[in-house]
Antibody, heavy 123, light 106 residues
Framework: EVQLVESGGGLVQPGESLKLACEAS????????MHWVRQASGKGLEWVGR??????????AYGASVKGRFTISRDDSQNTAYLQMNSLETEDTAIYYC??????????????WGQGTRVTVSS | TQLTQSPSFLSASVGDRVTITCRAS??????LVWYQQKPGKAPKLLIY???TLQSGVPSRFRGSGSGTDFTVTISSLQPEDFATYYC?????????FGGGTKVEIK
């Protein structure tokens, strides 16, 4: 059974940093790409970014609102993906989900999601 | 690629036929996914490839469209279908979601 468990959320002040983790199990993690999606309270879903597997050079991509501030990494020995968030802004307050994609091309989709971890940026 | 969902809010009764529209700012072929989200829960995959029903999703859900215009139709709304629905394009990075459609009980 696929399981994704996020951790590391909390309350931080604007300008501070936070690192989220997504521990995965139940599938071949090292061969998979991993994505992060966030959702502000009462708002819609926003794609944050992704990291590919080693065969794809661990390539990363980010949404415009986080590019240059957030970094996604992974530790395949620990089956864990990370989201390093720097220079946090109040607008980054959200629930952060990690997701495991399946399929390719037009069949690409997010079939598995973690339970989410809440990040609050406030002074 | 921007996705515009309509309506943003929909009030309907059990048994109603409901249609939600998602329009892309540029052609995305069939690279369109639909999710259902209930309060306090992660999104749930409903439809991918614009029209392929995810395993386990009831057949009252139907997705259609290609290019820039897509719809999801619920043929007979059930109590468990009251939720928020999102479309997502997976053709181009950055991946993007529509703004959501909240389906509430009339």
């Amino acid at each position: 059974e696929v399981q994704l468990v996020e951790s590391g959320g909390g309350l931080v002040q604007p300008g501070e940093s936070l690192k989220l983790a997504c521990e995965a199990s139940g599938f071949p993690f090292s061969g998979s790409s991993m994505h992060w999606v966030r959702q502000a309270s009462g708002k819609g879903l926003e794609w944050v970014g992704r990291i590919r597997n080693e065969a794809n050079s661990f390539a990363t991509a980010y949404g415009a609102s986080v590019k240059g501030r957030f970094t996604i990494s992974r530790d395949d020995s620990q089956n864990t993906a990370y989201l390093q968030m720097n220079s946090l802004e109040t607008e980054d307050t959200a629930i952060y989900y990690c997701t495991l994609p399946e399929g390719g091309g037009d069949s690409f989709k997010f079939n598995y999601w973690g339970q989410g971890t809440r990040v609050t940026v406030s002074s | 690629t921007q996705l515009t969902q309509s309506p943003s809010f929909l009030s309907a009764s059990v048994g109603d036929r409901v249609t939600i529209t998602c329009r892309a700012s540029q052609g995305i072929g069939s690279a369109l996914v639909w999710y259902q989200q209930k309060p306090g829960k992660a999104p749930k995959l409903l439809i991918y490839g614009a029209s392929t029903l995810q395993s386990g999703v009831p057949s009252r859900f139907r997705g259609s469209g290609s290019g820039t215009d897509f719809t999801v139709t619920i043929s007979s709304l059930q109590p468990e279908d009251f939720a928020t629905y999102y479309c997502q394009q997976v053709k181009n990075y950055p991946l993007t979601f529509g703004g959501g459609t909240k389906v509430e009980i009339k």
